[in-house]
């Protein structure tokens, strides 16, 4: 027996009704032709290359939902929107829900229209990192008076704080929403009574392993200080049986100044006996910090300029983190670095590269998007939330439409889309 799409038969409903259900049915069919028509003119489907190749030509686009954010469905949704987008790949948390989550929302987008799919990565550390901590706190020891600078403050909407009456006295209860949390730390300095804490914690490396068995992860990021050669080696022993399954193994690490490429060519030789992938190096300028602000790019920019100078750093993609957002593409091209070909004495193993395709492979071979992205794009899904308390985006296509006009503008910058098609659609 076939399923209606609807909660009821229409021709049960009064007519009044009736007619309001299909004015709905047919506005929401509208809006996903719009949606069809802006991929259409963007030419997205049809221009969409390899997730490798566009690291080799240097417009590689990678989502990051967050390596410690868990909220199942802005996951979804997010993903929905950004494959619909163009993008190569996308990071999430090392946790099954979450990369379910994930793979739900491709194989969403992938039935509105014909795309190819992402890469679906996972992150995992070494050792106590930013990106792997959540806020905690008591709000039962949270005076009445707090003006709850936190709530304000916390861009994920993780922190929700009500007051209750327990009978004897007033308190408040909610604290942190622990999956939307994706430990930025904004949160720790406003408190003007001290109580939020810290909680850091490590992936744990064999359910990491068994994830990356999976037939949709495809991909792994390695977050590290590079100061702890022991902590790498042992993380990577532990992951050793699993590389074998992805396409491609990530190394994130910040800027340790001099010491930076000799702390790359420690890892590399680590891995190297191991890796039969591809591999790239994710430049973690100032981490979590996109949605700050346009200047928080310049230090992912800065980290990108003097490492791409250098001749002895060891084989693998370079790609920008850490700040990027709408005004790190206009930074690339001031230093002259934007889908900027690799002069092939810089790095010898540059030059089978450039063999295999026929041109050697960009200087930098592209851009991670994390706070920035999560952020255009989470508005419209939280507007969406609150005003009609659905929680899947092609329920509604005119938000849709709306969340993918804001994923377009941002990867259009690395993808060199066609901006008057989407500004005008």
Not at 252 to 275: A, F, Q, R
Request: aromatic letters at 6%.
């Amino acid at each position: 027996m076939a399923l209606s799409l609807f909660p009821c038969n229409a021709s049960l409903l009064h007519p009044q009704n009736h007619h309001h259900h299909q004015q709905g049915v047919k506005a929401r069919s509208r809006s996903l032709e719009a949606v069809k028509n802006l991929l259409t003119s963007v030419g997205i489907t049809s221009i969409t290359t390899s997730p490798h190749l566009s690291l080799h030509n240097g417009n590689w686009v990678k989502l990051i939902c967050g390596a410690s954010f868990e909220d199942v469905v802005d996951v979804r949704n997010l993903s929905l929107v950004y494959t619909l987008a163009g993008v190569d790949c996308i990071d999430c948390a090392a946790e099954a829900s979450v990369v379910s989550a994930v793979n739900e929302g491709i194989g969403m987008a992938r039935g509105i229209v014909s795309i190819r799919r992402p890469w679906v990565m996972i992150s995992v550390n070494d050792d106590e990192d930013l990106h792997f901590r959540k806020a905690e706190f008591d709000p039962e020891d949270c005076p009445l008076d707090c003006a709850r600078p936190c709530e304000r403050v916390c861009p994920a909407n993780a922190i929700s704080l009500s007051s209750r009456d327990s009978g004897a006295q007033k308190t408040f209860e909610g604290g942190v929403i622990v999956e939307r949390c994706y430990g930025c730390g904004r949160c720790f300095p406003v408190c003007p009574y001290d109580k939020i804490r810290e909680v850091t914690y490590v992936r744990d490396a064999t359910a990491t392993s068994e994830l990356l068995k999976r037939n949709d992860v495809d991909a792994v990021e390695i977050h590290t200080s590079g100061r702890q050669s022991h902590m790498f080696r042992e993380l990577w022993n532990r992951l050793e049986d699993s590389i074998g399954h992805v396409n491609l193994v990530a190394v994130s690490l910040p800027d340790l100044g001099d010491s930076t490429v000799s702390s790359m060519n420690m890892m590399y030789s680590i891995m190297e006996p191991h890796l039969h992938c591809y591999n790239l190096w994710q430049l973690d300028g100032r981490p979590m910090s996109g949605d700050i602000g346009r200047g928080a790019t310049r230090e992912a920019i800065k980290f990108a300029t003097r490492l791409a100078a250098l001749k002895d750093r060891p084989s693998g993609f370079l790609q920008l983190a850490g700040g990027t957002n709408f005004q790190t593409i206009d930074g690339l091209e001031k230093e002259g670095l934007f889908q900027k070909t690799f002069l092939l004495e810089n790095c010898w193993s540059e030059v089978s590269e450039a063999k295999s395709y026929g041109s050697p492979p960009a200087l930098i071979g592209g851009v991670a998007y994390g706070g920035y992205a999560r952020k255009i794009v989470g508005r419209v899904l939280h507007k969406m939330q609150s005003q009609l308390d659905v929680i899947h985006v092609e329920e509604h296509p005119e938000y849709l439409l709306e969340a993918l006009r804001e994923a377009i503008a941002l990867v259009g910058t690395v993808k060199c889309y066609n901006k008057l098609s989407y500004q005008l659609s």
